[in-house]
């Protein structure tokens, strides 16, 4: 079946723009994640959404990150007013959640951002 | 929260063994290991739960020692396609969130 997906592959922007990046789970994966990734480095949590339930952000690195995730399925982060900084690969991954974390997560191919 | 790994970096022959390490800081409900390649995304390995539940590849094995909080990832009789960077990653006693540590390069050489 199809894996998880993410779009744009790419993207390039100017310090001060906003961009929004998408991800499609696996279907019927009611737990979905963001990391981010600079280079060289590992992976750092942003956010966590399970079904319905409120979403964990408690990894968001500032308040110009927010992400929501739409009838359970697709989500979307959104990043205002991008800086140098947030340049890095931004990784959604899904799983089936059984007791927080009890299934593997399933990566999607990432969306490089690069903010000149 | 973010667990550390050692060692950072090892360079095996093919056939020969390797283990790497995770320790937390923090009470772990579970220990999961990954592996990327370059320019790819984490591929899944193995899941060790709390109270002794594992789920992973056949080739893998992997401890989780619940009172010390940590675990460790065997490989044996490495083979090139090894090559990577191995995380683990940590789901807490408390929360949602997932840590993944700080990574171990591991290459396999002819």
């Known amino acids: 079946g199809a894996g998880v997906s993410q779009s744009p592959s790419n993207k390039v922007t100017e310090k001060g723009k906003d961009v929004e990046l998408r991800c499609d789970p696996i279907s019927g994966h009611t737990a979905l994640y963001w990391y981010r990734q600079s280079l060289g480095q590992g992976l750092e949590f942003l956010i966590y959404f399970q079904g319905n339930s409120a979403p964990d952000k408690s990894g968001l690195p500032s308040d110009r990150f927010s992400a929501e995730r739409t009838g359970g399925s697709v989500s979307t982060l959104t990043i205002q007013r991008t800086q140098q900084e947030d340049s890095a690969v931004y990784l959604c991954?899904?799983?089936?959640?059984?007791?927080?974390?009890?299934?593997?997560?399933?990566f999607g191919p990432g969306t490089r951002l690069t903010v000149t | 929260q973010q667990p550390v790994q050692s060692p950072q970096a090892v360079i095996l022959r093919e056939g020969e063994d390797a283990v790497i390490n995770c320790s937390s800081s923090k009470a772990l409900y579970s220990v999961h290991w990954y592996r990327q390649k370059h320019g790819e995304a984490p591929v899944f390995l193995m899941i060790l739960l709390k109270g002794g539940e594992q789920k992973g590849h056949e080739k893998i094995s992997a401890s989780f020692n619940e009172k010390k909080q940590q675990s460790s990832l065997y490989l044996t009789a490495s083979q090139l396609s090894y090559s990577g960077t191995y995380f683990c990653g940590t789901h807490l006693n408390t929360g949602n969130q997932f840590y993944f540590g700080t990574g171990t390069s591991l290459t396999v050489i002819p």
């Open positions: 991954a899904s799983s089936f959640p059984r007791d927080r974390g009890s299934y593997e997560q399933y």
